[in-house]
């Protein structure tokens, strides 16, 4: 994480080798390319730009480059929004000029956690590290296996990769371990000089094969809504539609929700979770990545 020069290099090298002259829309003269995907040339003319700029672009030098130039690769790469969003952190990363963003928190205000108590399915905070900073009652009901990790802070991340249980827990494994790396990948953009970052990073890369090879894919991914199919020790399966929501209040700070449709099994184990719940956790929402 801390060179930065070289992650831009193997970040445009990697993206510019997905896009074939096809999809870029360019003839294919011959079947005997030397590289996989777009030659440089192809990319600075697509660009826009002369050969020679591309080459430094390339080589990591993204921090001279104009809002404009950074758009018209991010469009010849045909990158989505979360690339686009790291090619522009990335760039910032290594502006002269650039203040270093604030490490993410690690507490909450008590209307945050008021606001928590307010749900009465599912709810918690997370940070860009992937800290589980607060949680409602049914948040860690829902989440009890990742509560029962014995490392702190709680770490969705961490508990995916280093816990054994995960497996049985997400049962779409594969699916959630692709999207934690690629979303830890993309706070790495945005606050690469985060110590805990750094640590958690090479925490999990030097545990876990299985995080090395996701990380270095450098595949990066947003995380706003969408659907999450869990196996729950009390409950059993669910299927549950998650939303995240960051909080304008607290920056770096996303609200996640968990519900399920009406009238479904899912629905159904949700309130035996929640009549579980009223017997053995009636705590009120609490901060978790410092307490424990």
Do not use: C
Request: proline residues 6%; hydrophobic residues 40%.
């Amino acid at each position: 994480m801390g060179d930065m020069r070289g992650e831009i290099r193997e970040f445009l090298t990697t993206r510019r080798a997905r896009i074939t002259p096809e999809q870029a829309g360019l003839p294919a003269y011959g079947g005997n390319r030397r590289v996989a995907g777009l030659r440089r040339e192809e990319v600075a003319m697509l660009t826009g730009v002369s050969v020679d700029y591309y080459v430094r672009l390339e080589r990591g030098n993204l921090g001279g480059a104009s809002e404009s130039v950074l758009d018209a690769l991010a469009r010849t790469l045909q990158l989505d929004e979360a690339e686009r969003t790291y090619l522009h952190d990335l760039a910032r990363s290594v502006a002269p000029s650039t203040k270093a963003p604030t490490p993410s928190a690690t507490s909450v205000r008590a209307s945050v956690l008021q606001v928590l108590d307010a749900f009465s399915g599912a709810a918690w905070v997370r940070n860009g590290r992937h800290d589980i900073i607060a949680a409602n009652a049914m948040g860690r009901a829902l989440y009890q296996p990742v509560f029962d990790d014995p490392s702190r802070p709680v770490n969705t991340t961490r508990f995916t990769y280093l816990n054994p249980a995960a497996r049985t827990f997400w049962r779409d494994y594969d699916q959630v371990a692709n999207d934690a790396a690629a979303m830890l990948r993309l706070e790495a953009g945005r606050a690469p000089h985060d110590p805990d970052l750094i640590r958690l990073v090479g925490e999990l890369s030097t545990q876990s094969e299985t995080f090395r090879e996701r990380w270095a894919s450098r595949d990066v991914h947003l995380h706003r809504s969408g659907r999450k199919r869990l196996h729950h020790p009390i409950v059993g399966d669910l299927d549950l539609d998650y939303e995240s929501m960051e909080l304008p209040s607290e920056p770096g700070l996303v609200l996640n929700v968990y519900t399920a449709p009406a009238d479904t099994p899912s629905a159904d184990a949700l309130r035996m979770l929640a009549s579980w719940v009223a017997t053995h956790d009636a705590e009120p929402a609490r901060a978790t990545a410092v307490e424990g």
